[in-house]
T-cell receptor
Framework: ELKVEQNPLFLSMQEGKNYTIYCNYS?????LYWYRQDPGKSLESLFV?????AVKQEGRLMASLDTKARLSTLHITAAVHDLSATYFC?????????????FGQGTRLTINP | EAQVTQNPRYLITVTGKKLTVTCSQN?????MSWYRQDPGLGLRQIYY???????DKGDVPEGYKVSRKEKRNFPLILESPSPNQTSLYFC??????????????????FGPGTRLTVL
């Protein structure tokens, strides 16, 4: 059974600091997705990583994928309050052509002024 | 506007009273899926559908049914709801394609969520 674990689950940080959220998964996959969820809202797609070594950046967020280590990271640079949210990674698993997303538990990020 | 819509957004019901949560997407996506979100557990897949008339179980299908009679709609049916089905439910859709022996998917787009309480 595929397990996806995020670390840390809760993160409180100050504006201007850098930090990294880690996403480890237990079986082979080359498809990883990062989502953001604001309180009471739906999930918004941030990044799609589809190969080993993939790196994508959008503003202060950068995501990478190491399929050999079964690890993805979401790096936050010079955090600002607007980035406060819960971040989920999700691993895509193919079975007979159908893709299932298996989600991590989420990392609740709070950025303080 | 490209979107996934769900109805109702909030529902309080009683044990055993059948209910349906509708999901519709206007992006012509073949793939649709239902998830439930519970604190500390992330999102877990209930059912998914690769295309019209093709559905399959996800990780937590017990107590749920789905149907896919049209491409745009994917309703979730709870025939006899129980309190352990109290949760936040999300519908999602995405494109997929098959080329060169490889299945590819873009990201899943999520609906706004349905908060269900079963008393």
């Amino acid at each position: 059974e595929l397990k996806v674990e995020q670390n840390p689950l809760f993160l409180s940080m100050q504006e201007g600091k850098n930090y990294t959220i880690y996403c480890n998964y237990s079986t082979t996959s080359d498809r990883l997705y990062w989502y953001r969820q604001d309180p009471g809202k739906s999930l918004e797609s941030l990044f799609v990583l589809l190969s080993n070594g993939a790196v994508k950046q959008e503003g202060r967020l950068m995501a990478s994928l190491d399929t050999k280590a079964r690890l993805s990271t979401l790096h936050i640079t010079a955090a600002v309050h607007d980035l406060s949210a819960t971040y989920f990674c999700a691993v895509g698993v193919l079975t007979g052509g159908a893709q299932k997303l298996v989600f991590g538990q989420g990392t609740r990020l709070t950025i303080n002024p | 506007e490209a979107q996934v819509t769900q109805n109702p957004r909030y529902l309080i019901t009683v044990t055993g009273k059948k209910l349906t949560v509708t999901c519709s997407q206007n992006m012509n996506h073949e793939y649709m899926s239902w998830y439930r979100q519970d604190p500390g557990l992330g999102l877990r897949q209930i059912y998914y559908s690769m295309n019209v008339e093709v559905t399959d179980k996800g990780d937590v299908p017990e107590g749920y049914k789905v149907s896919r009679k049209e491409k745009r709609n994917f309703p979730l049916i709870l025939e006899s709801p129980s309190p352990n089905q109290t949760s936040l439910y999300f519908c999602a859709s995405s494109l997929w394609w098959h080329r060169g022996g490889r299945f590819s998917y873009n990201e899943q787009f999520f609906g706004p969520g349905t908060r269900l309480t079963v008393l």
